[in-house]
T-cell receptor, first 114, second 110 residues
């Protein structure tokens, strides 16, 4: 079965550079979530989209932005990167936003800022 | 707001030992509760879930019961295997995205 695809899997950037992370949800899923997981930390919710509109916002820095496109894939844009942005970034998708709906996670993009 | 508290790890057990990982939550309304597992270098995988009080989620020998009176969703397994070594996250879902606990690392020794 198709899963959530994230690219790239690994990314190394220098401070103050920009990065773009991509997420391709499971086919027919209309909701995408972005999470950030620092080393040894629990995943922290950043932002979510439902039907191409932002549906919820968590602890996403102002330097970051995201959007969901017409084909439902999503991109997380990160500017003025800082060392503290080094983390594993997960995307998850679900079919609608219902409380009982299961979210399926991608394998993540590991971002290292040097 | 919503929050999840898990017991701290690492939890180290011998193969075939009984496992309990405690999880309690604070939430408004009636959230759904989940356990996710993360193997080294991999993403989060749903292990089991429960959507209402007294529901029991189960999968791969793991079980957890949604206890509204104690706001708990403890994970149990009767006999752990080396392959169960991973980080386990308790999570709840209210009206917004998932809120995770801090994770509990389980190490099972042969």
């Amino acid at each position: 079965a198709a899963g959530v695809i994230q690219s790239p899997r690994h990314l190394i950037k220098e401070k103050r550079e920009t990065a773009t992370l991509k997420c391709y949800p499971i086919p027919r899923h209309d909701t995408v979530y972005w999470y950030q997981q620092g080393p040894g930390q629990d995943p922290q919710f950043l932002i979510s989209f439902y039907e191409k509109m932002q549906s919820d916002k968590g602890s996403i820095p102002d330097r970051f932005s995201a959007q969901q496109f017409s084909d439902y894939h999503s991109e997380l844009n990160m500017s003025s990167l800082e060392l503290g942005d080094s983390a594993l970034y997960f995307c998850a998708s679900s079919l609608d936003q219902g409380m009982n709906t299961e979210a399926f996670f991608g394998q993540g993009t590991r971002l290292t800022v040097v | 707001g919503n929050s999840v508290t898990q017991m701290e790890g690492p939890v180290t057990l011998s193969e075939e030992a009984f496992l309990t990982i405690n999880c309690t939550y604070t939430a408004t309304g009636y959230p759904s509760l989940f356990w996710y597992v993360q193997y080294p270098g991999e993403g989060l995988q749903l292990l089991l879930k429960a959507t209402k009080a007294d529901d029991k989620g189960s999968n791969k020998g793991f079980e957890a019961t949604y206890r509204k009176e104690t706001t708990s969703f403890h994970l149990e397994k009767g006999s752990v295997q080396v392959s169960d070594s991973a980080v386990y996250f308790c999570a709840l879902r209210g009206r917004r995205a998932l809120t995770f606990g801090s994770g509990t690392r389980l190490q099972v020794q042969p």
